[in-house]
C-alpha cells in the first residue's frame, strides 16, 4: 500500500513522458523524444541553465544555513536568562509558509524598502542576476537556518557534559574542545539537517518564483517544470523535465548519503538499515 501511494505519480509521470503533447486528440506514444528536446532540443538552454541555478541555490544556501545554524545551536545551549524564549521565538521564520515570507522579503528587498534604506543605495535586487540571486539565498537562510539550528541543538544536548570536564583537565581549550568533542558528535545530527535541506532546495519553487517569476537567469528546475507542464500545456515534455529532475535529487542524496551520512544509515551493529 506504501509502495503503491509513493510509487504511483512516479511511474504515472514516467509514461507520460514518453507521450506527445497535443490538447485536444488522444496523445502519440513518442518514445523518448521528449527527454530529447529537453537534453538536446529546443529546451536544452533552459533545462540546463536551471540545473546550474538550483545547483547554486543549494550550494551556497545550505552552507550558510549550516553556519548560522550552527551558530545559534551552541549560543541556544549555553546557559542564560530567557533562552527559553530565544528558542520559542527562533521557530517563527520557520513557521511562516514560504510564500509568505517570500513576499515580506520581497517588500524589503522594493527599491524603497529596508534594504536599500540600510545600505543607503537604489539597487534594483529582481532586476539584475546576482542582487536578485543574493536576495533569494537571505530570505532563504533567513526562514530555515533556525530549523537547522533547532537539529543541531538536539545533537548538541545528547553529549555527556563528561567529555569537556575531561578535555578542560587535560588542558584542551575551547577551539580545541569544538573540533575534537563538539564537531565529531554532532555530526549525524547536521549530516541529517543537511540532508533534509538539501533535497528541499533542490526542488526549491516559490522564493523564486515570487522574486523574479525566473527571469534574470534565476529560473530552477522546479519553476521550469511547472511552467512547460501547466503554462505551455506540454505535459509530456513537463513528465520527462519531472522524471528528470526526480532522477537528478535522487542521484545527488544517495551520492551525499554515500560519502558524508553512511554512518547515519547504519545500524547500531554497523549494517546499513
Not at 50 to 60: C, E, P, Y
Not at 122 to 150: H, M, Q, Y
Not at 233 to 255: E, N, Q, R
Request: a positive charge; aromatic letters at 10%; zero cysteines.
Amino acid at each position: 500500500m506504501l509502495a503503491a501511494v509513493i510509487g504511483y505519480p512516479v511511474v504515472q509521470a514516467v509514461w507520460r513522458s514518453f507521450f506527445s503533447d497535443p490538447v485536444a486528440k488522444t496523445p502519440e506514444f513518442v518514445g523518448l523524444d521528449n527527454y530529447v528536446k529537453v537534453l538536446a532540443g529546443d529546451l536544452s538552454e533552459q533545462f540546463w541553465a536551471s540545473i546550474h541555478t538550483t545547483l547554486f541555490f543549494s550550494i551556497a544556501s545550505v552552507t550558510l544555513e549550516v553556519l548560522i545554524g550552527l551558530a545559534m545551536a551552541l549560543v541556544m545551549n549555553r546557559a542564560f536568562r530567557g533562552r527559553a524564549i530565544v528558542r520559542a521565538s527562533i521557530l517563527v521564520p520557520w513557521a511562516i509558509p514560504t510564500a509568505v515570507a517570500a513576499v515580506m522579503w520581497k517588500w524589503v528587498f522594493n527599491v524603497g524598502g529596508v534594504a536599500n534604506s540600510l545600505l543607503g543605495a537604489s539597487i534594483l535586487w529582481t532586476g539584475a542576476e546576482w542582487p536578485a540571486k543574493t536576495a533569494i539565498i537571505i530570505a532563504d537562510v533567513w526562514k530555515t537556518a533556525p530549523f537547522i539550528g533547532l537539529l543541531t541543538l538536539a545533537g548538541l544536548q545528547a553529549i555527556p557534559a563528561d567529555l569537556y570536564e575531561a578535555a578542560r583537565v587535560d588542558g584542551a581549550g575551547p577551539v580545541r574542545s569544538f573540533f575534537s568533542i563538539t564537531l565529531p558528535l554532532v555530526r549525524p545530527a547536521l549530516v541529517v539537517a543537511v540532508l533534509f535541506r538539501l533535497l528541499d532546495v533542490l526542488r526549491i519553487y516559490d522564493l523564486p518564483q515570487i522574486f523574479t517569476n525566473g527571469s534574470n537567469n534565476t529560473m530552477t528546475l522546479s519553476i521550469l517544470v511547472v511552467r512547460q507542464s501547466i503554462g505551455a500545456l506540454k505535459a509530456g515534455v513537463g513528465s520527462a523535465l519531472s522524471t528528470l529532475t526526480f532522477l537528478i535529487i535522487f542521484a545527488i542524496a544517495i551520492a551525499y548519503i554515500r560519502m558524508l551520512g553512511a554512518n547515519v544509515m547504519a545500524g547500531r551493529d554497523g549494517s546499513e538499515s
